[in-house]
Structures are given as C-alpha cells and as structure tokens.
T-cell receptor, first 113, second 116 residues
Framework: GENVEQHPSTLSVQEGDSAVIKCTYS??????FPWYKQELGKRPQLIID?????GEKKDQRIAVTLNKTAKHFSLHITETQPEDSAVYFC????????????FGSGTRLLVRP | SAVISQKPSRDICQRGTSLTIQCQVD?????MFWYRQQPGQSLTLIAT?????????ESGFVIDKFPISRPNLTFSTLTVSNMSPEDSSIYLC?????????????FGSGTRLTVV
C-alpha cells in the first residue's frame, strides 16, 4: 500500500522567511496530493492540493511542487507570518481507485516574530 | 465543499464499554473515511465506509473492534468497542469532495475520546 514520508518533523523560521516541507510517496499510482494545516485542537484544513497532471500550483504565499518521476512533492510558504504556525500534513491518494488519503507524519512549523 | 457534523465532540468512557460516533454530511457523498489521530501524531486511516456493503478496513484495524455502519450516502457511524485506555484518541470522519472538483477532502470536527 501507499506510504508517505514527510520531513522535517519540526521547522522553526523567522517571520518573513520561507518554509519548505518535503514529502515522498511510494505508490506510483497516486495522483492526488493535498496539504493540510492543523491548528491546536482543530480539524485539519485543506490549504492547497495538486494533481499529477501538473507540476506546480500556487495560491498567494503558498505553492506546491510535484515531481512524479522522483515521487516527491513539496510545500513552499513564502513571507511566513506567526499565524502560519501550525502542524502541516501532506497526503497522497489514488483518485482512480480507492480514494483513501494516506498521510505523512506531519511537520510542526513555528514562525518566530 | 461538504459540511460534516460529527458527534459527540468529546467523551470520557469507562474501559470495557463502547462508544458510537456519528457523522452527518449535508450532501450525498460516495466515500466516507474514518481516521484516528493519537496525541501529537498524524492521521491513521481506520476504514473506508461503503454505502450498501461492509466497510474496508486498513491493516491493524478489525471490524469487531471498530464496527462501522453506512446506511445511506449522508451518514455513517463508527463504534469503538470494548474500550481500553489505548483507544484514547481523536477520531475523525472525512469525505471526499467530488471527483474533478477542487474541494479536496473535508474533515469532521473530531471526537476526543478518553478511556479511563
């Protein structure tokens, strides 16, 4: 089955700097890759996603890149703000079969004011 | 995107008892999923709830411990049976937002379970 690895487990950046979180997946049939932000005590919230037919997607300060050959994808947050502090999870699924989302282990991002 | 109502939001239960968690979706969805999130950990998929058939369980999870019902396309329940302290966790349901759309997967607000 699918296995998703996520790095780093913790990341501390200065406000205004960029943050990059990386994930690799094992199942080449996976074709949908969302990123979730989870604040303490709250449910995961989708922040951006990408499908395997594109290599990059941007939404304001957030971008995701996908390298299908290497089976890895990354989340990029620019101009970080203290409110970006949270746990971020990557995930992968195959929308042509099971649809189930398999999650990475999470990255705790701390943005220092 | 779909809106999910999950209840209860939290409960404290005695070991050996069972708790049933409910998820109600405001629209018909094909796929519903149940996850467990232990404190400080990631989300682990328990099972996929299929309407009209038995749930599909992931490795390490069994129907006797986590029976699931899916009577229609808007509702599902997860029961945590014969609970032990190791079952203390947050349980979340999730639905797939729709093929071809940009809704992604939505999560319920979670059920924080403490077994004493």
């Amino acid at each position: 089955g699918e296995n998703v690895e996520q790095h780093p487990s913790t990341l501390s950046v200065q406000e205004g700097d960029s943050a990059v979180i990386k994930c690799t997946y094992s199942d080449s049939a996976s074709n949908y890759f969302p990123w979730y932000k989870q604040e303490l005590g709250k449910r995961p919230q989708l922040i951006i996603d990408i499908r395997s037919n594109v290599g990059e997607k941007k939404d304001q300060r957030i971008a995701v890149t996908l390298n299908k050959t290497a089976k890895h994808f990354s989340l990029h947050i620019t101009e970080t703000q203290p409110e970006d502090s949270a746990v971020y999870f990557c995930a992968a699924s195959n929308e042509d079969s099971s649809y189930k989302l398999i999650f990475g282990s999470g990255t705790r991002l701390l943005v220092r004011p | 995107s779909a809106v999910i109502s999950q209840k209860p939001s939290r409960d404290i239960c005695q070991r050996g008892t069972s708790l049933t968690i409910q998820c109600q979706v405001d629209s018909q969805v094909t796929m519903m999923f149940w996850y467990r999130q232990q404190p400080g950990q990631s989300l682990t998929l328990i099972a996929t709830a299929n309407q009209g058939s038995e749930a599909t369980y992931e490795s390490g999870f069994v129907i006797d411990k986590f029976p699931i019902s899916r009577p229609n396309l808007t509702f599902s329940t997860l029961t945590v049976s014969n609970m032990s302290p190791e079952d203390s966790s947050i349980y979340l349901c999730s639905v797939e937002g729709g093929r071809g759309g940009n809704y992604g997967y939505t999560f319920g607000s979670g059920t924080r379970l403490t077994v004493v």
